[in-house]
């Protein structure tokens, strides 16, 4: 008999950042969105899946005789092809994220594509925004000018995990969508795709943005004398398996909130007396 022991392998489509990048720039912080529980059910290729998902870490599977997540027994490492076993899929943690009663076929895979579509998504690497304004977010933004925003090109991009067993394989793939900016003045938000970064050693004259905001008042009117602005990046969500079997997950974001101290521009009087 094969041993029983299976891993679900994550990878990434592109360079994983630090989820922490976000955290290091004081007044920052970030949150995403997605139930840890996804239900995804094995679709004809173009047809959707439903579920929703977040996390990160590897998977890996093993058949027991009794559920380990109630007290049951250990692995079994020698199954018998016809025999019933709980198949129980922990995380890097030891947690328990997938239980399922299955019938032990040696020559079929242990789990079937949505199933492993739903662990891929869960694994999905995903990176916290690092919001970018023009004037620097380091420095005071103008009330009546507009501050430019965009998300740099190593957040915006596709994030990837597969998880696979003997004879199966399922890739779950994010492809960055929006940015809603929230820029905390109680306006409607921006929507905007990546936006267009600012090059300070060219004119500005001969630069221009799709994404920006103009703040109507100073932010001295404000308690703390600051604005709470937030940075919701979205993804829409796909996934393949090797069997030909397809369909789309509901969207995910990850959130980066920070401040923004904006000023009023001081005029200039030149001349005599009034």
């Known amino acids: ?40 059910g094995v679709s004809t290729p173009g047809s959707p899946a439903e579920g929703n998902g977040g996390g990160g870490g590897i998977v890996s599977c093993q058949y027991s005789d009794a559920n380990p997540s109630t007290g049951g027994s250990p692995e079994v490492f020698n199954p018998v092809s016809g025999q019933q076993y709980f198949l129980v899929c922990l995380d890097a943690n030891g947690q328990v994220v997938f239980a399922q009663i299955v019938t032990f076929n040696p020559a079929a895979p242990a789990i079937d594509s949505g199933t492993l579509a739903r662990q891929a998504w869960k694994q999905l690497p995903l990176v916290f925004p690092t919001p970018h304004t023009s004037p620097d977010r380091g420095s005071p933004q103008y009330a009546g000018l507009p501050s430019w925003l965009w998300i740099s090109s190593a957040d915006w991009q596709p994030r990837s995990a597969t998880a696979s067993v003997p004879g199966l394989s399922a890739t779950v793939t994010a492809t960055p969508s929006r940015v809603d900016w929230d820029m905390g003045d109680g306006r409607p938000s921006e929507q905007c795709g990546q936006g267009t970064a600012y090059d300070p050693a060219r004119p500005a004259r001969d630069q221009s943005t799709d994404c920006s905001h103009t703040y109507a008042d100073a932010s001295s009117t404000r308690a703390d004398g600051v604005f709470h602005a937030v940075a919701t990046m979205w993804w829409t969500v796909s996934w393949q398996a090797t069997d030909g079997s397809q369909g789309t997950l509901p969207d995910v974001f990850r959130t980066t909130t920070f401040d923004l101290r904006v000023d009023e521009i001081e005029a200039l009087r030149q001349g005599g007396s009034p």
């Open 1 to 40: 008999m094969r041993n029983a022991c299976v891993t679900l392998s994550i990878g990434a489509l592109a360079t994983v950042l630090s989820v922490g990048v976000a955290f290091a720039d004081a007044g920052t912080s970030a949150s995403g969105g997605g139930s840890s529980a996804p239900s995804v």
